[in-house]
């Protein structure tokens, strides 16, 4: 296991220092030994670095030197194993200190050695105190600026809590143990290992969240209907697109997420009409075929709704990523709205929580566009705090309490009127 601790610093500093998503910095270090022991070591962190940063404070309030970098992240490491993963004291301190004599020199081990046993002895009263916050002031100051206080201390709360699995199912499939939630989404035990699950061979099923699935969910009439997927990769609504009866050309920028698109297609057994690898901003510009009976844009977005599975968004994302987004968002939606039909439809959705990206480009679109008018979405009674008073959809994580939260989601339905 120590083999792996190394791995693991260098992981978490890739994340906070280059501002890289989890699952794209895991790719640089894949070959790292226990590496299920290491992902678990940084998500845990990245879980809780709001309250371990605030404790190291007390012990540590001075700012190390360059070159004695590698000892915060030993101690933001060693705090969480202390805390969270059950390992020894006496096997957090000695492995982090000759990890940090290793990198930097016996005077900085000395320093992480003293902080660490400070920090185990006090466990039983800090652990308590690391697990009560997890946006930082600059991600809260994003928040704040689209939600009052109360909302914002929900959707934190909910935050700190592990999601578990949510699929979508083919018509007519049952998944044992499973919990149904409103509009069929299934809600499993998350395990790590998706592919072992019953039916996943069979193509029965796929990943997908309940907030992601809801857009799609929010339609009808899909049957032999001509839709644009845009942004589709890696194809969660393409597939329940194609599954309800849809003809679907699905584009994407990125050839990876399209080659994850046509395998998960290929699992399922489903075909597209096409699949484009493009960038969107410039195909719709070129773009002189029939329009289309429905355009789905999920668009490019800071991704701020993902929080409570990618943990380290609050530490990389902040109101100035939102805002360089807004201008690419404008610009989609225009273009998209140009290859919509007379009596078509525009869905515009992403998995932000700021309204820059979700209500106010609604606003600002329907405000330029006075052909297109708002679907107000017919949802289940049980769904009312999902619905605006415009009739789109603002998911948070704090929603759905009953069922253990949802991911962050905003979703618009649009008719272009003849």
Known sequence: MSDTRLPAALLLQDILENKRFAA????????????????????????????????????????????????????????????????????????WVELAKARTDKYVSGFVNAV???ICAQKEVLRPQAESVFFPPEFRRLLNASYGKKTVSAIEKAALLEPELDITVKSGVEISGAVVLPLGTRRCKNNGAVAKLAGYNEGLWWVQDFSSALPVRLLDRLQGSRVLDLCAAPG????????????????DISSARLKRLRQNLRRLNLQASDIICADAVDWLQNFTGAPY??????????????????????????????????????????????????????????????????????????????????????????????????????????HLAAFGGADGFFAAVLKKEA
């Open 24 to 95: 794209d910095a895991r790719e640089r270090f894949k070959d790292a030994g226990d590496s299920a022991f290491a992902n678990m070591l940084v998500q845990t962190a990245l879980r809780h670095l709001t309250g371990i940063r605030q404790i190291l404070k007390r012990f540590a309030s001075k700012k190390l030197p360059p070159k004695a970098h590698f000892a915060s992240y030993a101690l933001i490491l060693g705090t969480t194993e202390a805390f969270w993963l059950d390992t020894p004291d006496y096997a957090v301190i000695n492995s």
């Open 116 to 118: 660490l046993r400070k």
């Open 236 to 251: 969660g609504k393409t597939a329940q697109l194609i599954a309800a009866g849809a003809k679907v050309d699905a584009l």
């Open 293 to 398: 009976d429905l355009v789905l844009l999920d668009a490019p977005c800071s991704a701020t709704g993902t929080l409570r599975r990618h943990p380290e968004l609050v530490h990389i994302k902040n109101l100035h990523d939102v805002e360089a987004l807004a201008a690419t968002q404008k610009k989609l939606l225009d273009l998209a709205a140009e290859a919509v039909c007379a009596d078509g439809r525009l869905v515009y959705c992403t998995c932000s929580l700021s309204k820059a990206e979700g209500e106010d480009r609604i606003n600002d679109f329907l405000q330029t566009h006075a052909d297109f008018k708002t679907l107000p979405a017919a949802l289940p009674a049980e769904l009312n705090e999902l619905k605006t008073p415009e009739g789109w959809v603002r998911i948070l994580p704090s």
